[in-house]
């Protein structure tokens, strides 16, 4: 856990530099610069606690390499979503560590996750519109496209292969499998990407309609308004005059106004609500037919019970290999990760098997 500990700052001060390296902005890329730099003093000063000396350059393992292409590849917003992520789960391991054997949580658990917003309000030369930008991209890739694919893939194979053996079960492998999965995957998919779809439709249509209310408070009763933001602003611990001058400057502007309630007030983030309904529904479609066809291939092809073992083995490999890739948001090891995907996915797929069986000799 120690050694995971350190590989852990090593990759997070690595991926941070690499943030810097392909950031256009070079007052946001020396917040990047700053925040590798301290990761890199963690690593090497938790090192120093076991008595080791780290290599320079420090070797970032498979999971930090393997998110820097995945940044080449897709930009790097998918890069610091995840980054962002581990270090969320690091910190709430570290919490239920330490309220399980009762020690006292001082707060400083967070600091990997808070760091970046300490820097940025340090900085005096960051800009208004930095600070928007920066904040809106922070906000916007926590779920991001790489973490549906994977989950979607995870999902159809899952549900599919369990669906495949159950039938395989039944018929031995025979007449009607092939039918099954393929039907599964469809009724899988197209349910997935319905749900997907009204999922964020729904979502936009319940901001749109909480941000149209706003502005029309503010139309009809600008003066609560005012007050609504001189009490965000002294929530936020600004002093109750200091308060007042703000919500004044903001006020002289309807438009800036409404953004400011509706990311203080309502806590959307308008970004957000740009992202397409049929686009999500799609991908969504795509992720769960890509995970769902795997247990179903071998049965393209020959029958029986050499069916159902290739499909098991195949559907194995798949099981670790999203188990593994999984390891890319949580920092796990991927061995633990992988093999953990295979045993459940293994003894879902038994339990289906074992009741189509059953099934299929009542039936005879």
Known sequence: MKNQNIQTEIDASFLYQKLAENE???????????MSAIEKNHARAFAAKENRTLADPLQPS?????????GKLF???????????????????VISTKQKHKLPVTGTETNHVKILRSILSREE??????????ESRHRSIGGNAIRAAVLGGNDGLVSNFSLVMGVAGATSGQQG?????IAGLLAGALSMSLGEWISVKSSQELHENQMQIEMDELETSPEDE????????????????????????????????????????????PDELKGSAIEAAVYSFIFFAFGAIIPVLPFFFTS??????????????????IGAAITLFTGRSAWYSGFRQVLFGLVAA???FGIGRLIGVSLT
């Open 24 to 34: 256009s902005d070079e007052t946001i890329a020396g917040i990047f610069r700053e």
């Open 62 to 70: 498979w999971r930090a390499r393997t998110l820097n292409l995945l």
């Open 75 to 93: 930009g790097y917003d998918y890069v610091l979503g995840a980054l962002m992520d581990t270090e969320k789960s690091i910190a709430n391991a």
């Open 125 to 134: 030369q960051l800009t208004g519109a930095q600070v928007s930008r920066f």
């Open 177 to 181: 499998v092939l039918i099954a999965g």
């Open 226 to 269: 005012m007050k609504e933001i001189i009490l965000i602003c002294i929530a936020k611990g600004i002093p109750r005059e200091q308060a007042h001058e703000m919500a004044t400057e903001i006020m002289k502007d309807k438009v800036t106004a409404h953004q400011f309630l509706v990311r203080e007030e309502l806590g959307i983030n």
């Open 304 to 321: 029986g019970m050499k069916a159902i073992l290739i499909s098991v083995v195949c559907s194995a490999v798949g099981l670790f290999l």
């Open 350 to 352: 038994a339990i289906t």
